[in-house]
């Protein structure tokens, strides 16, 4: 929109609204769809903790998908009360210390 208004010599404003379940755009700190994504994470891991602790021996179990990044599932799980571990892609897992 940007290359096309000055193109034209259009005199105007643009505003952009950042929107990404990601959270990985540089300079802002905050986008709509990652607020979003982080309620209803939120909201799955609340009803998995339910549902776990209704049974005996029961584990809850939420994947969390972002793109190439533990954004998404760090900032939920911190929002969460019932999280006892959180696996990120960034990180090496073993099997042995989990």
């Not at 208004?5 to 950042?18: E, F, G, K, T, W």
């Amino acid at each position: 929109i940007l290359t096309a208004r000055i193109a034209m010599n259009h005199q105007c404003s643009c505003m952009v609204i950042p929107s990404t379940i990601n959270n990985d755009l540089p300079l802002v700190s905050r986008t709509f769809g990652f607020e979003t994504a982080c309620t209803v994470a939120r909201d799955s891991i609340n009803a998995a903790y339910v549902e776990a602790t209704c049974n005996a021996n029961c584990i809850g179990l939420v994947k969390l998908t972002g793109h190439d990044n533990g954004f998404l599932a760090i900032e939920t799980t911190l929002a969460a009360r019932h999280v006892d571990i959180c696996l990120l892609p960034e990180m090496e897992i073993s099997i042995e210390k989990v």
